[in-house]
C-alpha cells in the first residue's frame, strides 16, 4: 500500500516536471530478493546506546543507499513521537 508521501509524490508527478518525476522515484522502494536478508542483518548489528556507525562498503549498484534510507525510515517512523 503506498504511503501518503508516495502518492503525493505521484499525483505532483503527473505534471511531468522532471524534478516531480525524480522525487516520485525516490519515493519507490524496490527490493532486491536478498534485501530482507541483508536488512535482518544490519538490524541485528545495531546496538541501542552504543553510538557506534555503520558503514556500508561496497562497488556502485549493490544497493548501500536502499539499505540506509530504508533502515532510516524504519527508525523515523519507530520514535515518530520522540522526533
Known amino acids: ?10 499525483d505532483q508527478a503527473a505534471t511531468d516536471s522532471p524534478e516531480d518525476e525524480s522525487r516520485y522515484v525516490m519515493t519507490l522502494f524496490l527490493p532486491h530478493r536478498h ?24 562497488p556502485s549498484g549493490v544497493g548501500k543507499k536502499t539499505v540506509a534510507r530504508y533502515r532510516s525510515l524504519k527508525l523515523l517512523s519507530s520514535y515518530a513521537v520522540q522526533i
Request: charged residues 20%.
Open 1 to 10: 500500500m503506498p504511503t501518503r508521501t508516495q502518492i503525493e509524490a505521484r
Open 35 to 58: 534485501f530482507e536478508a541483508v536488512e535482518a542483518q544490519v538490524r541485528a548489528r545495531m546496538v541501542v546506546g552504543t553510538g557506534l556507525p555503520i558503514i556500508f562498503i561496497g
